[in-house]
């Protein structure tokens, strides 16, 4: 018999790999804005304790493939997001790679992040963002500006502040669930995690 979920704790926390692809930041030529994108937002909308692994890589398929699959296979991130490289750019190599790593795609998320950036501008129809899981890993392409990762990730609110559009994190921590990750709670007033009535709830301690 399952004895069900267990909640994300301080000594089992829910671990997110944070993996900003561009060559010219990791050349240092240009002041990375994905990490500390991600790292501000995951710190205003996760209730429970987690913890980042980060990494500032090329764009390099290879490399992409070998990060992923470290981050999920040795490090054990229970979800990892990318941010850069999945435009029609020849160098924008970052969906190709994730697929190449995963045992099963997730398209719905690909779309989604699709229409809420088409609310802000014509050429997020360029996007070749999508997601996979690896193991009990789940892998997802955001896009590469501060500004559109809070958009995707958040949803869309209207001038006081009421939420229009569900961000794809909505969806997130039901889908961890499922694939055997920590039970994950989010600050409601940020982004409020959807799980079905039927959901099993991690046990009071």
């Given at each position: 018999m399952s004895e069900g979920p267990v909640a994300?704790?301080?000594?089992?926390p829910f671990v997110i790999g944070l993996v900003s692809i561009s060559d010219r930041a990791a050349s240092?030529?240009?002041e990375d804005k994905g990490l500390p994108a991600l790292l501000e937002w995951f710190g205003m909308a996760l209730a429970s304790p987690w913890r980042a692994e980060q990494r500032l890589i090329p764009d390099e398929s290879s490399h992409i493939e070998q990060t992923l699959i470290e981050l999920a296979d040795?490090?054990?991130?229970?979800?990892?997001v990318t941010t850069g490289g999945t435009g029609p750019a020849l160098r924008d190599v970052t969906?190709?790679?994730?697929?190449?790593?995963?045992?099963?795609?997730?398209?719905?998320?690909?779309e989604e992040m699709r229409r809420i950036s088409r609310?802000?501008?014509?050429?997020?129809?360029?996007?070749?963002?999508?997601?996979?899981?690896?193991?009990?890993?789940?892998?997802i392409n955001l896009p590469g500006q501060p500004k559109a990762i809070r958009?995707?990730?958040?949803?869309?609110?209207?001038?006081?502040?009421?939420l229009e559009v569900e961000g794809i994190f909505a969806a997130v921590p039901y889908c961890i669930d499922l694939i055997g990750?920590?039970?994950?709670?989010t600050r409601p007033d940020i982004c409020r995690a959807f799980r079905p009535k039927s959901a099993p709830k991690p046990a009071q301690t």
């Open positions: 994300a704790s301080v000594d089992n240092g030529a240009y040795q490090a054990g991130c229970h979800l990892i969906p190709e790679a994730t697929r190449a790593v995963g045992e099963r795609e997730m398209p719905g998320f690909g609310h802000f501008v014509p050429t997020a129809i360029l996007s070749r963002q999508t997601a996979v899981i690896r193991g009990h890993s789940l892998i958009e995707t990730l958040e949803g869309l609110r209207h001038a006081d502040g009421k990750g920590p039970y994950v709670e």
